[in-house]
């Protein structure tokens, strides 16, 4: 159920926050940014309404019997909030004072149980939540035993937080730290506590999840350590779990297993305690009893879902996993412990001293997306990704892999959300997990893989079912000797064309098996014949028409004088087929302002001509011979021409233009010339002048959360969506390049872009000195990418199954076909399934993408992508197989697209809501019994609520007041079209630490986690989220390294202003600009770099892009959102 009430609250603006100077998206900013005034770091969020402490026992989540607990003095207190800084604890308590490895310990075969093996209660990743997400402690004296030595062999380096992986916290007053019978979760979600690599679920074993108990690690990755913030005491070392066969002290080595239960996920409670059920304002708590944690030192590995379990499952999961033994409590000695509120921040260090005191969970406690990131390249980095299994979930979209393809498609063309798809619809209305795939069908691959097989069938062309007509592929059953075959898909009988004929072996599999790429891969080409082609005609090769703005912004700007230059070079570059000599596709040039110019560039004049239209109303192109040429016949005519545009248009005083017509005329060439083709058009200003498209100045601030915002998103006109219609039918796609000053209406100009396929670019208060590098740049990359014209793509699937909801920048005139002017290697297409009928756990689920387009030779193509995902009749099995960056991929293409029709919060909502049912279906379904306190989270999907969070603050769905309505629909278009990977760190940006970077090795420092928290005066760090790229320096800084990098002595003399690295011979400043260009190479935009200095007016910008606090345009922090989530997940389990 849906609790509106509570949800109305969450997520609006908080007080407090007035005056946030926000920057636009492109790296521009507006002048006089005041500071912004912080409410309470990781405060409440307004609307949480305070819960009563629960009382009475708490049931550990691995299904041992309640401990009786003694009756919680607090039983009056509502919140954990506000308590005195002295009497922090981070984090719940080890519930035994076992002995364990400290988390970041390196594995060493041989020294630790087999995997799966049962710990002492976990530490690490379990992830009990403390305070807010335990019963915790929020007051009073503690006890001062110190920790017991650790053992020699234990001495790893730094400690990190400890986690048990199930206990509950008793909710006893002050002082008492006594420990109850802490049965652990059915399976470490993480191995990592003794430093084992985390495993794939063997047989047997429960689904991976996590709950948390206490906080695991999350800030260096395995093996890095990270040192507490200057001025706070190095926290003790922490021992691990005993290694096999040690006897652990005060535990009655003989102690039977308890908890068994069918093999279900393992599961880890997030320890949002009965009584604690997450809860975010109120007042005071006075007895939670707070199981304090180290803060993290090191992290151990934490797998990519889940704490330490790999993320692709293996099937056939055998016997049930016997839960963890159960232990006489014993009384535990209290840790030193770090005082949250003594790390400095600038948040806290402002508030009132009233203020201050508010307890936060330790950071550390909850799972940490750095740490699921690093262990999913530990474990699943080093060896070649084989797609011959069905239903393999791949490694993560940031880790760096080889792929096989043996049958199935690679992952980096299509990803699934889930890939052990529910065998009926009951079943998947019960988990609320969306059936979804993002399909990437020209994506780049690596040099070291091989691109997609050509298979030319003749003038018979490609090999189809007769029924469902999917295309032949590893699926398809031969019979009758290989004179039928059965389709995978409808399970229809075809005949085999006799050419086409070859014997089968003892298996049934056709001798020539693997020398036909449709029969052995899972992505391949056809070369298609003339009835797959427009009118049945063989299509022209494409054409690229440059249409110029020289209205008097555009040339003030330097825009004009820049491109022109850049052109004479470009064009050498145009997309050609593999081995070409030359480009078959031809250009043509156009430049406007209120009126059109024509030019014609035909090889045989000596100048160019120039033909006005200005009868705008009714476009025509004047003149067919001469507009579009081959650019090495023409090439001295377009030289010429693009020396005299600039100077042409010099003293123009003309500040209105026109858009429509533009497209028009463009539209109209390509008609004319019989062929498909881009236009690029370079606009600077909303389109006045009177014609049609004409726009007016519609920005209005003051709908923004209100039931009208949703118009802003919505384009001003019908006569932009009639064009995107004709352009399409046509093959013509449109990238448009804006370089505004002011109001553009950005929801409407970039329609006709949106519907053909096309990219939209934009440059706020472009300056061709400042930001002519990242402009041409990316007029590069879009120039040469490898792109496919009209174009059409359809999802097949087996029977049970059916595509009903595709996201993305196409068109669509019926249900199945994704009709795209043009298509290029950056678009994804996010798909959705449901079901009609029920499918089979033997047979599985086939998926089939079919693209059909022309290539930048006039060739036409159909490139084929085929993927098998497993069915399964136990949600245990679904919660195993799924991808949480898929999922999130979906879940933004769904609420964007939701802003059309729908007020942001409505948006904001559904999304909470269907997200805790997933979680709360996975609770009630798959996790042993436990305390209703406890947030449990299956392990491949223990990142949602971070990720979840991101997603929701974000500028499109809760602007501040500075976001441009222009910046908020360019972002909403770009996440539209974005892959995987894209998504993936746009929503949670890569925060690296450059003063941590070994200048011997080609390796990245291993990030940290976007917090303020995370940032040391004394480093320098470089944030990246595919659009916006940031140094940030601290105060602290060793001059040594700021001399070395930016080539000044001291701290006051770096010039923010600069936008490119000074070009230093020394390791430092090498390793750095190496650093940011493979980063900017990994992005299909350039990214301009901004420095930011510590304190700096500049640094709120960058602050927006740290994720896991508190946002000041109302946005929660990491921790308030898993609070929220856990008290969604819990009304909806009541």
Not at 93 to 122: N, T
Not at 1114 to 1129: P, R, T
Request: proline letters at 10%; hydrophobic letters at 35%; charged letters at 15%.
């Amino acid at each position: 159920m849906n609790q509106q009430g509570h949800m109305a609250s969450y997520g609006q603006p908080q007080s407090g926050y007035q005056g946030y100077q926000q920057f636009g998206y492109n790296s521009q900013h507006t002048a006089g940014v005041p500071t912004s005034q912080y409410g309470p770091y990781n405060g409440p969020v307004q609307g949480y309404q305070p819960t009563a402490v629960l009382q009475g026992p708490l049931r550990t989540a691995s299904g041992a019997p309640p401990t009786s607990l003694p009756p919680s003095t607090a039983a009056q207190s509502t919140a954990y909030n506000q308590y005195g800084q002295g009497d922090v604890q981070n984090g719940p308590a080890m519930s035994d004072q076992l002995q364990r490895f400290p988390v970041s310990q390196p594995y060493m075969p041989g020294s630790h149980p087999m995997p799966y093996q049962q710990y002492a209660p976990l530490p690490n990743n379990t992830q009990q939540l403390p305070n807010q997400m335990a019963a915790m402690q929020i007051s009073g004296s503690t006890t001062n035993a110190p920790p017991p030595p650790p053992p020699a062999s234990q001495s790893y380096g730094p400690p990190t937080s400890h986690h048990q992986t199930t206990a509950s916290f008793p909710l006893t007053g002050p002082a008492s730290y006594t420990q109850y019978p802490t049965p652990l979760q059915n399976i470490p979600s993480s191995v990592p506590q003794g430093g084992n690599p985390p495993q794939h679920p063997f047989p047997g074993q429960p689904v991976p999840v996590s709950t948390f108990t206490s906080p695991p690690t999350s800030t260096g990755l395995t093996g890095s350590t990270l040192l507490p913030p200057s001025g706070v005491p190095r926290p003790p070392v922490m021992h691990g779990p005993p290694l096999s066969g040690q006897p652990q002290a005060g535990l009655p080595p003989s102690q039977p297993p308890t908890g068994h239960y069918p093999p279900q996920l393992n599961h880890r409670p997030v320890g949002l305690q009965s009584g604690m059920p997450g809860v975010v304002t109120g007042p005071p708590a006075q007895g939670f009893q707070a199981h304090p944690s180290q803060p993290s030192q090191g992290l151990g590995p934490q797998q990519n879902g889940s704490f330490g379990q790999v993320r692709s499952p293996q099937p056939n999961f055998a016997a049930p996993y016997t839960g963890a033994p159960s232990y006489p409590s014993q009384p535990q000695p209290q840790q030193k412990r770090l005082d949250p509120d003594s790390i400095p921040s600038p948040q806290l260090n402002e508030l009132p001293p009233q203020q201050k005191t508010r307890h936060r969970i330790d950071p550390d406690a909850i799972p940490s997306p750095i740490q699921v990131i690093e262990d999913d390249k530990s474990n699943r980095g080093t060896e070649p990704f084989s797609t011959g299994v069905r239903g393999q979930v791949p490694p993560l979209v940031t880790t760096d892999f080889v792929v096989k393809d043996q049958g199935n498609s690679s992952p980096r063309f299509i990803r699934c959300a889930a890939y052990n798809l529910p065998c009926t619809s009951d079943m998947a209305k019960q988990c609320q997990v969306p059936l979804t795939a993002v399909i990437k069908p020209l994506a780049t691959l690596p040099a070291d893989e091989a691109p997609p097989y050509i298979v030319d069938h003749g003038e018979t062309g490609p090999i189809r079912c007769n029924r469902c007509k999917a295309y032949m592929c590893p699926y398809m059953q031969f019979i009758e000797g290989g004179r039928k075959f059965q389709c995978a898909f409808c399970s229809c009988v075809t005949e085999v064309l006799p050419h086409y004929f070859q014997h089968l072996d003892h298996t049934g599999k056709r001798m020539d098996c693997y020398d036909r790429p449709e029969l052995s891969l899972g992505s391949y080409e056809f070369l298609a014949t003339v009835d797959y082609c427009k009118n049945n005609k063989i299509p022209n090769p494409p054409a690229f028409i440059f249409m110029i703005d020289v209205s008097y912004n555009a040339l003030k700007s330097g825009l004009v004088q820049l491109l022109c230059e850049e052109l004479k070079t470009l064009l050498d570059y145009l997309p050609r087929e593999g081995n070409a000599e030359e480009s078959a596709i031809r250009v043509g040039f156009v430049t406007y302002n209120k009126v059109l110019h024509f030019y014609n560039v035909k090889s045989s004049l000596a100048q160019p001509q120039m033909m006005v239209v200005s009868d705008i109303a009714d476009m025509f192109v004047p003149l067919l011979d001469g507009f579009l040429v081959n650019i090495n016949e023409s090439r001295a005519v377009i030289n010429s021409l693009l020396e005299q545009i600039p100077e042409m248009f010099a003293d123009t005083r003309e500040t209105e233009t026109v858009f429509g017509p533009v497209i028009q005329a463009g539209l109209e060439a390509l008609k004319a010339a019989e062929c498909a083709g881009k236009l690029f058009i370079f606009h600077s200003t909303l389109p006045l002048a009177e014609a049609p498209g004409k726009l007016k100045n519609r920005d209005d601030k003051k709908l923004i959360n209100t039931d009208k915002e949703k118009v802003l998103f919505q384009p001003q006109t019908s006569f932009y969506n009639n064009l995107a219609k004709e352009c399409v039918a046509q093959g013509c796609c449109v990238d448009l390049f804006l370089f505004p000053n002011q109001y553009v209406d950005v929801a409407t100009l970039g329609l006709v872009t949106y519907q053909t396929g096309g990219s939209i670019y934009k440059y706020t208060f472009f300056q061709a000195q400042v930001d002519g590098d990242r402009f041409l740049n990316d007029l590069h990359r879009d120039v040469r990418k490898v792109i496919g014209f009209d174009a059409v793509m359809r999802v097949r699937t087996s029977t049970g199954i059916r595509a009903t909801d595709f996201f993305g920048s196409f068109y669509m005139s019926n249900t199945t076909d994704v009709e795209l002017a043009a298509l290029d290697c950056d678009k994804a297409i996010t798909v959705e399934f449901k079901h009609d009928d029920k499918l089979s756990e033997d047979v599985g689920a086939q998926i089939q993408c079919a693209l059909l387009y022309t290539s930048c030779s006039g060739q036409r193509r159909l490139r084929i992508h085929n993927l098998s995902l497993n069915c399964c009749t136990q949600l245990a099995d679904l919660y195993r197989n799924c991808e949480t960056d898929t999922l999130i991929n979906y879940f933004v293409k769904l609420a964007y697209r939701g802003v059309l029709s729908n007020p942001t919060k409505t948006v904001r909502d559904n999304l909470i809501n269907q997200s805790a049912q997933i979680l709360a279906c996975y609770r009630k379904n798959c996790a042993s019994p436990s305390s209703a306190g406890q947030l449990i989270l299956p392990e491949c999907m223990k990142l949602l609520p971070v990720y979840l969070n991101c997603v929701l603050k974000s500028d499109v769905l809760q602007p501040g007041t500075e976001i441009s309505t222009d910046d908020r629909a360019y972002i909403r278009q770009l996440v539209t079209s974005m892959d995987v990977a894209e998504t993936n760190v746009f929503f949670y940006p890569r925060l690296l630490p450059v003063h941590k970077m070994d200048v011997d090795s080609d390796d990245f420092p291993v990030a940290i986690r976007c917090s303020e928290e995370r940032l040391s005066k004394g480093g320098i760090y470089l944030l990246e989220n595919g659009l916006n790229l940031f140094i940030w320096v601290g105060m602290n800084t060793q001059h040594d390294l700021i001399q070395s990098i930016f080539n000044v002595q001291s701290f006051g003399q770096i010039d923010s202003a600069m936008t490119a690295l000074p070009m230093l011979d020394n390791p430092c400043s090498k390793k750095l600009r190496s650093m940011v260009d493979m980063i900017r190479a990994q992005r299909p935009r350039f990214m301009k770099l901004m420095i930011v200095k510590q304190d700096d007016k500049m640094e709120l910008l960058f602050k927006h892009f740290l994720m896991e606090d508190k946002s000041v345009n109302g946005g929660a922090s990491y921790v308030d959102f898993l609070c929220h989530m856990h008290k969604e997940i819990r009304q909806l389990l009541s």
